[in-house]
């Protein structure tokens, strides 16, 4: 059974403070996914990454960026937080079928409050 | 923006109803449309999924009809059960793309 484990489910930080989110997968995927979840925006891709030490930018990178040292590890980091960063933070981790379609699993998410 | 608009927002079924969720895309690339569901509290997990060379798929109680040239796709939850209360989103993605994109979400509420 896949599992996508986040460090934390509940989150305040203080606007201008360092978060890290991190993210474990015990599954050897290779692809890991940031997103974060709005009401009525739905899931938004803010990075990914392909391989140890690789990343992408996603469609939100503003104010963030990752970490991917070991394989099964993907670590979110605001490097300034901000109160429009609050939001419910969701990792995730693929592989892909044998008919190459992409099935992406997902952990429980990290509810973040900037005060 | 978002490259795959989804509707209602919320919806409101009774237990034996069907629910009916809409989705429509403009990348005449994509190739593969997964729905997926979520729980209050748990992350997105994959429901059901299609490619555009078959027009409907079945598991359970769960439909995918697919309409290519309307580049639409709807997702229908036959005789629906308070267990299907949930936040379902719809999604696209194309060729060898690790990305998905999501729609916004529609939020079932089965009355018992």
């Known amino acids: 059974d896949v599992k996508v484990t986040q460090s934390s489910r509940y989150l305040v930080k203080r606007t201008g403070e360092k978060v890290f989110l991190e993210c474990v997968q015990d599954m050897d995927h290779e692809n890991m996914f940031w997103y974060r979840q709005d009401p009525g925006l739905g899931l938004r891709l803010i990075y990914f990454s392909y391989d140890v030490k690789m990343k992408e930018k996603g469609d939100i990178p503003e104010g963030y960026s990752v970490s991917r040292e070991k394989k099964e590890r993907f670590s979110l980091i605001l490097e300034s937080a901000s109160t429009n960063q609050t939001s419910m933070y969701l990792c995730?981790?693929?592989?892909?079928?044998?008919?190459?379609?992409?099935?992406?699993?997902f952990g429980p998410g990290t509810r973040l409050l900037v005060l | 923006q978002q490259q795959v608009k989804q509707s209602p927002q919320s919806l409101i079924v009774q237990k034996g109803g069907i629910s009916i969720i809409n989705c429509a895309y403009e990348?005449?690339?994509?190739?593969?449309f997964p729905w997926y569901q979520q729980f209050p509290g748990k992350g997105p997990a994959l429901l059901i999924a299609?490619?555009?060379?078959?027009s409907e798929k079945k598991e359970g109680r769960f439909t995918i009809s697919f309409n290519k040239s309307a580049k639409q796709f709807s997702l229908h939850i036959m005789d629906s059960q308070p267990g299907d209360s949930a936040t379902y989103f719809c999604?696209?993605?194309?060729?060898?793309?690790?990305?998905?994109?999501f729609g916004a979400g529609t939020t079932v509420t089965v009355r018992a």
């Open positions: 990348n005449t690339a994509f190739d593969y």
């Open positions: 299609i490619r555009p060379d078959v």
């Open positions: 999604a696209a993605s194309m060729g060898n793309d690790y990305k998905l994109s």
């Open positions: 995730a981790s693929s592989t892909r079928g044998t008919s190459g379609e992409e099935t992406q699993y």
